[in-house]
Antibody, heavy 119, light 112 residues
Framework: EVQLVESGGGLVQPGGSLRLSCAAS????????MTWVRQAPGKGLEWVAN????????YYVDSVQGRFTISRDNAKNSLYLQMSSLRAEDTALYYC????????????WGQGTLVTVSS | QSALTQPASVSGSPGQSITISCTGT??????????VSWYQQQPGKVPKLMIY???YRPSGVSNRFSGSKSGNTAFLSISGLQAEDEADYYC???????????FGTGTKVTVL
């Protein structure tokens, strides 16, 4: 069974940093693009970043470019999101998701980890 | 990277058919890749992939759900509407400029 489990969320002050992790199991992690998607409380889904199987390509939404870094460790079956210079508008539930067909087709999602940016 | 435009709400009676639109630009929905997906999110739940690559259904998704695209607009149709279809629906598309993906604004489907 495919499982994605996020961790690392919490309360952080504006300007602070946080590192999210996503532990994958039940599939060959190194075969798939992986993605972070976030959802602010009561709002819609927002695509954040994705990373190619071998980490040779990474893309970001403009609003996090230069502040967030996506990475992966295929040996540990893990995906990461390093977030810095956090802003109130980054407050959201952060999901990691598997892109099954490398076409934005996210067939497996974690339960999410909540990031709250507030003083 | 503006969100794709969806109607805020669509409603229908049980058994009826509804269609949700998702309007973008020639740089995303209208691009030749056909990388448009649709997700269903029920309250308090994780999003579920319903359609990928414009019109393909993942295994286990009811054939009452279908997808299509015309120009810069994609569509999700639900036939034989059921109470369990009540949820928020989001489209998503690859964007060629800049290279990324983008979600739609979301549509709340209500079964009357």
């Amino acid at each position: 069974e495919v499982q994605l489990v996020e961790s690392g969320g919490g309360l952080v002050q504006p300007g602070g940093s946080l590192r999210l992790s996503c532990a994958a199991s039940g599939f060959t992690f190194s075969n798939f693009w992986m993605t972070w998607v976030r959802q602010a409380p009561g709002k819609g889904l927002e695509w954040v970043a994705n990373i190619k199987q071998d980490a040779s390509a990474k893309y970001y939404v403009d609003s996090v470019q230069g502040r967030f870094t996506i990475s992966r460790d295929n040996a540990k079956n893990s995906l990461y999101l390093q977030m810095s210079s956090l802003r109130a508008e980054d407050t959201a539930l952060y999901y990691c998701a598997r892109d099954h067909y490398a076409s934005g087709s996210y067939d497996s999602w974690g339960q999410g980890t909540l990031v709250t940016v507030s003083s | 990277q503006s969100a794709l435009t969806q109607p805020a709400s669509v409603s229908g009676s049980p058994g009826q058919s509804i269609t949700i639109s998702c309007t973008g630009t020639s740089s995303d929905v209208g691009v030749a890749y056909n990388y448009v997906s649709w997700y269903q999110q029920q309250p308090g739940k994780v999003p579920k992939l319903m359609i990928y690559n414009v019109s393909y259904r993942p295994s286990g998704v009811s054939n009452r759900f279908s997808g299509s695209k015309s120009g810069n607009t994609a569509f999700l149709s639900i036939s034989g509407l059921q109470a369990e279809d009540e949820a928020d629906y989001y489209c998503s598309s690859y964007s060629s400029s800049p290279l990324a993906y983008v979600f739609g604004t979301g549509t709340k489907v209500t079964v009357l």
